[in-house]
């Protein structure tokens, strides 16, 4: 018998659905493992679900996505995000995870090289071995705020590279770039004739700082904007996200979705346009909720002596677990089955945070404090 694909036989796990799926089975665990909102989905929302139904918006669309919600993005984009978007600019994909894959698709050829953030979502390097790519790793510096070491950057480019991944604010990091940091990542794209995918899924999470779309520099079409409304919205399970960029490569990526999953989905698509048109108080109501519960755990890890960053965006943040000799796989699994906490490990997001754990603030206040002073409680005794 022939061999399964030898890049996809050979691609990681994500440690964090292996905890996930461990945890299911134990009465009374504290979830930090996962970054999904917990929060109900807005009520407008949940409205024009049941009226897409009942209006029986239950059939095929265009594989872009419907027109009216193409520009509605477009004009969010131009509106918020700054700079000018029209709806021939837009694709409309099941999840933001399908337009990245998508892009990948539009973009590399096998053998190619993809620089992907150490840390960062495991989900890229899954991708880059969907495309046969080779995926090369750049650090995020943890004793500097987890930013980009741009000389060890430089350093990993070759004739093989052609993509450049950043997430910000960023997963598992929590960290938010600057209008510095992002400007200086495009001409380093620019320099190494680069396409760079930019995912900013977590765009509406901010705490302190402002985020800054690399679109703004969208200048020669070598950018790619990756959206989503799972995190802002509270609604993943409706799988929506969208990319923006320039036209011919929306052409190409419209086209490709026919083979991968023919068109987003009917109902979510009316429900994300009224996520958009709709009232925007349920978004700031959940980063307020999002912002004390980070602050409470910022407060736990400084009165525990654990505290290393705060995080300025998204809803994670990573805590060094080196003391105890243990890393990251077999921490979180021992946590996890003597102390009923659930948090994901660090390796599974890159080399970097080998020896850290990631917390995610997407459970309620009460049960954050209970898990976060256990937590510190089995770094310090060593577990």
Sequence with gaps: MKLFNHYTSNMPTSGIQKIFELSQGIEGCIH???????FRTPEHILDAIVQAGKDGFTKYTAAAGIPELRQAIAKKVTEKNGFSAEAKN?????????????SLIALAEPGDEILIPDPAWPNYIMQAACVACKAVRYPLVPSHGFQIDFDSLERLVTPKTKIMIINAPGNPTGVVFSRETIERIVKFVKKHDL????DEVYEEIIFEGNH??????????RIVSIFGFSKTYAVPGLRLGYTVCEEKLADLIAKLQTPLVSCPTSVSQKACL????GPQQPVYDMLKVYRERRDVAIEILKNSGHYLYTP???????IDISGTGMNSDDFALTLLKEKKVAVAPGETFGNTTSSFVRVSFTTDIDKLIEGMEILCESITAGL
Aim: proline share 4%.
């Design 274 to 277: 009224a996520a958009l048109e």
């Design 32 to 38: 930090l493992e996962v970054g999904q909102p917990d």
């Design 90 to 102: 837009v694709v409309v994909s099941p999840g933001a995870v399908c337009s990245i894959m998508s």
């Design 195 to 198: 396409f760079l995918i930019s």
């Design 312 to 318: 300025s965006g998204a809803f994670y943040i990573l």
């Design 212 to 221: 800054i779309s690399t679109g703004l520099y969208n200048d020669d079409g």
